[in-house]
């Protein structure tokens, strides 16, 4: 069955660090199957109820790349990588279908914003009529990111949706469409509401939003009873300009603490601010933990620069113990670095990391390492792309 299009499969528990477009906050869920069309039907879904939160973050192969794959000609590349984009294309539409875990399908709507296509616009336009307030929450979210004006009407449901997350994330559209008449909501959200779920998520787009004017809203949240809204108001903050949040989180890579550091290096990144290069390398030589420095190959990577590749490529086949400072068993760390991995190669975006992914994307046994992988793919296509292949269908 080499010739299928990736499908998830496989059980077990693990804990993912969902990268939502508000973030996914970790949580446990079972892990359950999106198997291959041979006609039986999925295992039943025992999935845990998801939270929002704040982030950080998603193969049987019919063709590997061969080493020495560089030395083909343009046309020939363009040909492959367009074939292996199609199979990470037909693995994320699987995965938005996918009725058994909600988190499967918020990671799909995320790797689908990579894709820039019709065809991915319209299925994230779908996610905005998805059962699950979460999925609805990524969609407007993605919907707003692309500024998707045939997704308007839909999105002026979700500002009265019954969810106040999903309430934030249409709020969020609609300022990117230029309907701003709303906005202030999101700071009422962020500072008065009781759910800490959805005060991290007003942090998370007032941040993507970016605009200065947010800034004392965000720094009033940094005093937030709850860690994670903190944690994303600094964030937001950092994306904003704001050198003291920026400064902040330089400190906190020196935690010690794996999740601290990968949650620091994150921030850092999403802000693209070649300043703290020298921060991503250091951490790559001295990180303790594999997360660590995966996180800082990630950040290089979006600077244009691959000098984290060889790790992340060796951490797609990671099969490492769990941390001594940490409650993690060692799937779930199995998860966590893999996930990091496929992420950080996007980010480099360099076409030799394809095949690799196209492997993990059909061997994995669970969907959100099959999303993760399938969005690499996705990500180095586009990229590739922009530095003059043709434009994909």
């Not at 063709?63 to 083909?72: E, F, M, R, V």
Request: aromatic content about 4%; glycine content about 8%; some cysteine.
């Amino acid at each position: 069955m080499r010739n299928q299009s990736p499908v998830v499969k496989g059980k077990s528990s693990v804990d993912a660090r969902m990268i939502s477009a508000g973030g996914m906050q970790r949580r446990t869920f079972k892990r359950e199957s999106i198997h291959r069309c041979r006609g039986r039907r999925p295992r039943a879904p025992g999935a845990r109820k998801i939270r929002y939160g704040w982030p950080l973050v998603f193969l049987v192969m019919p063709a590997i790349l061969a080493p020495g794959c560089a030395a083909t000609t343009a046309s020939t590349n363009a040909v492959s990588l367009t074939q292996l984009r199609r199979r990470a294309m037909h693995c994320l539409k699987a995965a938005i279908r996918y009725r058994h875990n909600p988190a499967v399908r918020v990671a799909a709507v995320e790797a689908l914003e990579a894709a820039n296509s019709s065809d991915a616009a319209a299925r994230i336009r779908a996610a905005l009529l998805d059962e699950h307030p979460a999925v609805r929450f990524a969609g407007c979210v993605a919907v707003g990111k692309s500024k998707d004006h045939l997704a308007e009407s839909a999105l002026r449901h979700c500002l009265d949706d019954v969810d106040p997350n999903v309430q934030v994330g249409a709020l969020f559209a609609m300022h990117r469409f230029g309907r701003t008449e709303r906005t202030g909501k999101l700071a009422s959200f962020l500072l008065q509401h009781d759910d800490p779920a959805v005060r991290r998520n007003a942090a998370y787009v007032l941040g993507v939003i970016g605009e200065p004017g947010v800034i004392k809203a965000l720094a009033r949240a940094m005093k937030d009873r709850d860690k994670g809204v903190r944690d994303q108001a600094l964030e937001a903050m950092a994306r904003i300009g704001n050198a003291d949040a920026k400064q902040e989180l330089v400190f906190m890579t020196e935690a010690g603490i794996g999740a601290e550091e990968v949650f620091a290096l994150s921030a850092l990144a999403a802000t693209r601010d070649p300043a703290f290069s020298e921060t991503y390398k250091y951490k790559l030589a001295q990180g303790t933990h594999i997360e660590t420095r995966l996180a800082a190959a990630r950040g290089l990577g979006l600077l244009g620069l691959d000098d984290g590749y060889e790790i992340a490529i060796r951490s797609l086949r990671f099969g490492g113990a769990p941390q001594r400072d940490s409650e993690s068993s060692r799937e779930e760390r199995l998860l966590r670095v893999r996930l990091l991995a496929a992420s950080a190669l996007g980010a480099i975006g360099r076409t030799d990391a394809v095949g690799a992914l196209d492997q993990l994307m059909n061997r994995s046994n669970d969907p959100r390492i099959q999303v993760a992988a399938a969005k690499a793919i996705v990500e180095i296509v586009a990229a590739k792309d922009q530095r003059g292949f043709p434009a994909f269908p």
